[in-house]
């Protein structure tokens, strides 16, 4: 051992056992600086090391910065006993850019505390750090030449070579059943960055082969004495889809791998429900509590994403999607199912969508299991039969309405569809901009507007494209109208407003309004005489009105004052359910503590006087 290293070696048992004799001596922590912190505290030569000289503690928001440098010199030391690991010094420098009385005076900058007391009263650690990298393996003294040759040392070691093992089963789905592969081929690659050959081409990952081996009878592979990196795990079987799995190797590790086969095929199944329309009191957009019935005829189709694929004698190319039909059309239930649709890794998960003239197109995500039905169920919401159309370039532009006709106060819910009947892909309107709905009376006047904001769109953004067969279906917020006017004209289109940028054809739909007159109060619930008419019953004690249904239909409730003013939040479509459902109508004491109730649905119309007072 050199003199420097004996000094040091000295120093540091004095040092310990000062520490000792303080801790013992007294119950309170003592932290004695400086501190030397190496990290990793055990590096290896695929490690990037840092070293933390801290000096001391002081106020937060002044503790110096620090000029660093250092050199690193090989010393030769006599090995009389093997193996003698190579010795290296560390030779540090460094220079404060403060001082610190000047902090301590109150100088320094008091951020981020909110005042100088603050400051001072926030102390932290500080001391000058260094990144020395990746290191050799052998034996390093860093030497603190500030502080008379302070030393502190450290090993570099090779690191150990790891094992990575694993087995080759075929992917089965969800199935619990584990079948090995034998004699797949499995290859240990290193990934690595090669330019492309032509100017200004992409970087492409290229693996080269670093071990490889072949699996047994019960589908086990091994590779010893790997270096710790990152890897690429290629495998191939006779009858199956080859697959590359990217393994970071820092220990021992295990892999598990599934392979599928060449000809693996998944089925999707399901029901294709008719929901209610938006804005349904009580029902949401789900098959759940908002199903009115099934659609038979419904085109159930599967389209797949195009995948991106790196060869590696080849240019990034970017794969269309996978040819072939594969659509059902659903029966008198409502029900369909899609067989043999092929399964592969990079496209596993694909878009199932239900396509109906006079419905909302709605899409799904699905993923393929082989062996494994996978069931996709849609709700459709209601078609809309009271319509108007415009044909342009074999594209046709609807506007329509669930309804020809609607009950003052009623929701009115309309839809604007485009459907693509050329050979050719269009475009609908930027997607940034607004959608545009006017209802206008019979004397021009505005009854409701939505949208017709001006909305430049930002750079870059484009129209939505739809394919040849296909369609887009919007659905505008629903509105109510209380006015007097005997019908209301309802023009829609998408995008910019007012000729402001690009925009669909505007399409303009008839719809009546009957102004309903309030019934005359009566202090009994009248039952209307009307099939599928629910009981309706007011229970004075709890201040709610019961409706009682024996089968599942959508209602319009209707409240009123005495002088003919609608209570909007007691009015609206309502979705029943078999059996009985309540309203609270405590809060309608306000009004006089008189009001009538309208109930209106198919085949039937039941009014409801209701007296709070009593």
Same mark, same amino acid.
């Not at 005042?115 to 603190?144: H, Q, R």
């Not at 008198?332 to 592969?344: E, F, K, L, M, N």
């Not at 062996?371 to 169920?377: E, I, R």
């Given at each position: 051992? @050199?003199?420097?290293?004996?000094?040091?070696?000295?120093?540091?048992?004095?040092?310990? *056992?000062?520490?000792?004799?303080?801790?013992?001596?007294?119950?309170?922590?003592?932290?004695?600086?400086?501190?030397?912190?190496?990290?990793?505290?055990?590096?290896?030569?695929?490690?990037?090391?840092?070293?933390?000289?801290?000096?001391?503690?002081?106020?937060?928001?002044?503790?110096?910065?620090?000029s660093t440098s250092f050199k690193i010199e090989h010393v030769a030391i006599p090995c009389l006993v093997g193996p003698c690991p190579p010795f290296n010094e560390i030779i540090l420098s460094y220079s404060q850019s403060l001082v610190l009385p000047l902090q301590a005076a109150g100088f320094c900058d008091p951020a981020p505390c909110p005042n100088v007391i603050v400051c001072m009263n926030t102390t932290t650690e500080y001391g000058p750090s260094f990144n020395f990298g990746k290191l050799p393996a052998?034996? !390093?003294?860093?030497?603190?030449?500030?502080?008379?040759?302070?030393?502190?040392?450290?090993?570099?070691?090779?690191? #150990?070579?790891?094992?990575?093992?694993?087995?080759?089963?075929?992917?089965?789905?969800?199935? #619990?059943?584990?079948?090995?592969?034998?004699?797949? #081929?499995?290859?240990?690659?290193?990934?690595?960055?090669?330019?492309?050959?032509?100017?200004?081409?992409?970087?492409?990952? /290229?693996? $080269?082969?670093?071990?490889?081996?072949?699996?047994?009878?019960?589908? @086990?592979?091994?590779?010893?004495?790997?270096?710790?990196?990152?890897?690429?795990?290629?495998?191939?079987?006779?009858?199956?889809?080859?697959?590359? +799995?990217?393994?970071?190797?820092?220990?021992?590790?295990?892999?598990?791998? $599934?392979?599928?086969?060449?000809?693996?095929?998944?089925?999707?199944?399901?029901? +294709?429900?008719?929901?209610?329309?938006?804005?349904? =009191?009580?029902?949401?957009?789900?098959?759940?509590?908002? +199903?009115?019935?099934?659609?038979?005829?419904?085109?159930?189709? =599967?389209?797949?994403?195009?995948?991106? /694929?790196?060869?590696?004698?080849?240019?990034?190319?970017?794969?269309?999607?996978?040819?072939? =039909?594969?659509?059902?059309?659903?029966?008198?239930?409502?029900?369909?199912?899609?067989?043999?649709?092929?399964?592969?890794?990079?496209?596993?998960?694909?878009? =199932?969508?239900?396509?109906?003239?006079?419905?909302?197109?709605? $899409? #799904?995500?699905?993923?393929?299991?082989?062996?494994?039905?996978?069931?996709?169920?849609?709700?459709?919401?209601?078609? !809309?039969?009271?319509?108007?159309?415009?044909?342009?370039?074999?594209?046709? !532009?609807?506007?329509?309405?669930?309804?020809?006709?609607?009950?003052?106060?009623?929701? /009115?819910?309309?839809?604007?569809?485009?459907? @693509?009947?050329?050979?050719?892909?269009?475009?609908?309107?930027?997607?940034?901009? $607004?959608?545009?709905? *006017?209802?206008?009376?019979?004397?021009?006047?505005?009854?409701?507007?939505?949208?017709?904001?001006?909305?430049?769109?930002?750079?870059?953004?484009?129209?939505?494209?739809?394919?040849?067969?296909?369609?887009?279906?919007?659905?505008?917020?629903?509105?109510? !109208?209380?006015?007097?006017?005997?019908? *209301?004209?309802?023009?829609?289109?998408?995008?910019?407003?007012?000729?402001?940028?690009?925009?669909?054809?505007?399409?303009?739909?008839?719809?009546?309004?009957?102004?309903?007159?309030?019934?005359?109060?009566?202090?009994?619930?009248?039952?209307?005489?009307?099939? @599928?008419a629910p009981l309706v019953t007011y229970m004075r004690s709890s201040k709610t009105l019961a409706i009682t249904s024996d089968r599942p239909q959508l209602v319009l409730i209707l409240a009123y004052t005495l002088n003919g003013r609608k209570i909007a939040e007691l009015s609206g479509n309502r979705f029943l359910n078999v059996g009985t459902q309540t309203i609270d109508v405590k809060n309608a004491a306000r009004y006089n503590g008189i009001m009538v109730f309208r109930i209106q649905g198919e085949g039937?119309?039941?009014?409801?006087?209701?007296?709070?007072?009593?």
């Amino acid at each position: 051992m @050199n003199k420097r290293l004996s000094i040091c070696f000295q120093t540091f048992v004095i040092g310990a *056992l000062f520490f000792s004799q303080s801790f013992a001596i007294t119950s309170l922590p003592v932290v004695l600086y400086p501190q030397y912190r190496l990290t990793p505290t055990s590096p290896t030569t695929q490690d990037s090391v840092s070293f933390w000289l801290v000096k001391g503690t002081y106020s937060t928001s002044c503790v110096p910065q620090y000029s660093t440098s250092f050199k690193i010199e090989h010393v030769a030391i006599p090995c009389l006993v093997g193996p003698c690991p190579p010795f290296n010094e560390i030779i540090l420098s460094y220079s404060q850019s403060l001082v610190l009385p000047l902090q301590a005076a109150g100088f320094c900058d008091p951020a981020p505390c909110p005042n100088v007391i603050v400051c001072m009263n926030t102390t932290t650690e500080y001391g000058p750090s260094f990144n020395f990298g990746k290191l050799p393996a052998g034996d !390093y003294s860093i030497i603190d030449t500030t502080d008379n040759n302070r030393t502190v040392q450290f090993t570099v070691a090779s690191p #150990k070579p790891a094992t990575v093992s694993g087995n080759v089963i075929e992917d089965m789905g969800t199935s #619990k059943v584990l079948i090995a592969i034998k004699n797949a #081929k499995v290859y240990l690659e290193k990934p690595q960055i090669y330019a492309m050959p032509m100017a200004n081409g992409p970087m492409i990952p /290229i693996d $080269s082969i670093y071990d490889s081996t072949t699996t047994d009878a019960q589908g @086990n592979f091994s590779f010893k004495n790997v270096g710790k990196d990152s890897y690429t795990l290629s495998i191939s079987a006779t009858g199956y889809q080859p697959k590359n +799995v990217p393994v970071s190797i820092t220990t021992d590790t295990t892999v598990s791998i $599934s392979l599928l086969s060449v000809n693996a095929l998944g089925t999707i199944m399901g029901t +294709v429900y008719m929901a209610t329309p938006p804005g349904v =009191v009580g029902c949401g957009y789900s098959p759940v509590g908002c +199903v009115v019935g099934t659609v038979e005829g419904c085109t159930v189709s =599967v389209s797949f994403p195009p995948i991106v /694929i790196f060869n590696k004698t080849a240019a990034q190319s970017l794969l269309p999607a996978q040819s072939g =039909v594969f659509t059902a059309i659903t029966n008198s239930q409502g029900a369909y199912a899609i067989d043999s649709v092929p399964i592969t890794y990079a496209n596993r998960s694909v878009t =199932v969508s239900a396509i109906k003239d006079g419905f909302a197109q709605e $899409s #799904k995500a699905a993923v393929l299991q082989p062996g494994q039905p996978v069931p996709v169920y849609f709700a459709l919401q209601i078609p !809309y039969v009271n319509k108007a159309l415009k044909t342009i370039d074999n594209v046709t !532009y609807t506007t329509a309405t669930d309804r020809a006709s609607y009950n003052v106060g009623e929701n /009115i819910n309309v839809r604007y569809t485009i459907k @693509n009947n050329s050979s050719v892909t269009v475009f609908d309107s930027f997607a940034c901009c $607004s959608e545009n709905l *006017l209802a206008t009376t019979t004397s021009g006047e505005t009854a409701y507007r939505y949208g017709g904001i001006i909305c430049p769109c930002p750079l870059g953004s484009q129209p939505v494209p739809i394919a040849p067969g296909d369609s887009m279906v919007s659905n505008f917020p629903a509105f109510t !109208y209380t006015g007097t006017a005997p019908s *209301l004209t309802i023009t829609a289109k998408l995008g910019g407003s007012l000729g402001y940028g690009y925009s669909t054809p505007a399409v303009s739909v008839l719809v009546g309004i009957n102004q309903a007159t309030i019934p005359v109060v009566r202090q009994d619930v009248e039952k209307a005489s009307g099939k @599928n008419a629910p009981l309706v019953t007011y229970m004075r004690s709890s201040k709610t009105l019961a409706i009682t249904s024996d089968r599942p239909q959508l209602v319009l409730i209707l409240a009123y004052t005495l002088n003919g003013r609608k209570i909007a939040e007691l009015s609206g479509n309502r979705f029943l359910n078999v059996g009985t459902q309540t309203i609270d109508v405590k809060n309608a004491a306000r009004y006089n503590g008189i009001m009538v109730f309208r109930i209106q649905g198919e085949g039937f119309v039941e009014t409801a006087p209701i007296n709070l007072i009593n």
